[in-house]
Every structure is written in structure tokens, then in C-alpha cells.
């Protein structure tokens, strides 16, 4: 995942790019059989244990989704944790360093 | 006969305890994500399902960002800001085959100004709705999209 986070006027602003294949469950192989559906179901964001961004997206979201939000508080050179977790329940968590 | 019948229905029940242990997986760890909203196949039960009853109103206190013409709609960048005391915002987009595409919920020290890009299969009305003060406030536009983007 990859996410850039910068503070500006009081508010950290952060642009994250998700590594996911985002499968909608209506696409067909080349043998005509349905495509599972796999796809993100939450990301979050938490800072110095606050959670401080949530979403929750459907299969309709692109490949790759690419997110961006602020939240306030927050200072260049502390850190803060993005995660994410898909409908098999796979999950990916990284420490953002704010710049 | 009966025997085979017996282990024929242990592994049945096996197979559903488990394939309803990883449907569940996800909620189980995050307990949060509106799964009737987002399987709802058209725009007025996805709105039921995610915000019950609410009263809706036009706003103009929603700024939303959208092209009017989308090239390809597996990609349709979109941005929301609003001025309202948001508790959550949804973006529906009325004509795809589930219209709820993504719900935000706004965090107390969470900025109402967010963006993110989604699937359109065809030209649609896409609906953002901020859920503040107990009401659902309005906005939306008409994307023209020239290639579907949902697949099939």
C-alpha cells in the first residue's frame, strides 16, 4: 500500500493507493465461469490510538482504489497506521511517517 | 444406506459451518460493514438499508467533484466536501447493478473533504448523500460514461 501523508494547516492530508485486484463477482474467465468477488470491504486510520478515518467500500470502488481524506492534529515526523481488510478477510496494516 | 446418508449430511454441515465461519470472517474482526446496503440492487432499498427511514432534502452545501464525461467507467475519479456536520457520507451511483459504492464515516477529528474513484457500467445520476443533524442532505449529477467499467 502506499500512502503519503503530509501536515498542512493543522490537518494531516493523506493519498493512499491500495494494491488490490477489486474483483466485482459479475466478471467471467475465459471459460465463461464468474469471477469471485474480491474486494476491500474497510480501511481505516488511526492515530496515536484515535481512529481518525473509516470507510467502507463496495466492489464498485476501482481497482486499486486510490483514497484521499485529513484528519486534524497530527505533526510532520510522527506516525500513523492505515489498514485495510477485504471480504475473505485478508488484511494489510503499514506505519505511515507524516512528512 | 443410512450410514452413507449420515456422513453425507456431516459433511453438508460441516461445509456451511464452515463457508458461514469465513463469510463472516471479516465482520468478525471489523463488525462494521453495511452488507445489505452494499448487496441492495437498486438505489432506493441501498438507501434504506444504509440509513433507514432519514428524511432527504437537496443541499447545496455539498461540493462534489465529478467529470460530466467519463471515458472509461472503470475509473470515474470523484471528490466530496461539505460545510454540514457530517456524521457519514455515501456515494450511490444510480444505475449500477449494486448503486451503494462507498460510505465514509466521518471520525470526530476527521476533515468532511474526501476523494476516491469508482466503477460506473453506464451513464448515471451518481447521489452523494451526507447523513447530519438526523436528516439525509442531497446532491447529484449526471456522469455520461462512454466504456461500462463494471465488467460482464
Known amino acids: 500500500m502506499k500512502v503519503k501523508a503530509s501536515a ?18 459479475r466478471r467471467k474467465d475465459g471459460d465463461g465461469k464468474l469471477i469471485p468477488g474480491h ?24 481497482k486499486d482504489p486510490y483514497l484521499a481524506f485529513s484528519f486534524q492534529g497530527g505533526n510532520s515526523g510522527e506516525t500513523f497506521t492505515m489498514s485495510w481488510v477485504d471480504n475473505k478477510g485478508e488484511n494489510e496494516s503499514t506505519e505511515v511517517e507524516i512528512r | ?17 464452515f463457508l458461514v465461519a469465513v463469510v463472516n470472517l471479516p465482520r468478525v474482526v471489523w463488525a462494521n460493514w453495511s452488507a445489505s446496503a452494499f448487496g ?12 433507514g427511514n432519514l428524511a432527504i432534502a437537496d ?3 455539498i461540493q462534489l467533484k465529478a467529470p460530466s464525461i467519463a471515458e472509461h467507467g472503470a475509473v470515474v475519479p470523484i471528490s466530496i466536501a461539505t460545510t454540514l456536520a457530517a ?3 455515501s456515494v450511490f451511483v444510480e444505475k449500477n447493478p449494486s448503486p451503494l459504492s462507498c460510505s465514509f464515516n466521518i471520525q470526530p477529528k476527521m476533515n468532511t473533504d474526501v476523494s476516491v474513484r469508482i466503477r ?28 461500462g467499467g463494471c465488467g460482464g
Open chain 1, 8 to 25: 498542512r494547516n493543522g490537518s494531516v492530508v493523506v493519498k493512499t493507493l491500495l494494491a488490490h485486484p477489486m474483483e466485482t463477482g
Open chain 1, 39 to 62: 474486494y476491500i470491504t474497510e480501511v481505516e486510520a488511526n492515530h496515536n490510538g484515535e481512529r481518525v478515518f473509516h470507510c467502507e467500500l463496495g466492489p464498485s470502488v476501482s
Open chain 2, 1 to 17: 444406506m443410512n450410514q452413507s446418508r449420515r456422513q453425507f449430511m456431516t459433511r453438508v454441515g460441516k461445509s456451511v459451518a
Open chain 2, 40 to 51: 441492495a440492487t437498486d438505489l432506493d432499498t441501498a438507501i434504506v438499508e444504509r440509513y
Open chain 2, 59 to 61: 443541499s447545496d452545501a
Open chain 2, 87 to 89: 456524521k457519514s457520507i
Open chain 2, 120 to 147: 460506473m457500467g453506464a451513464t448515471s445520476n451518481l447521489i452523494v448523500l451526507v447523513e447530519a443533524d438526523g436528516k439525509l442532505y442531497r446532491t447529484s449529477q449526471e456522469v455520461k460514461v462512454t466504456i
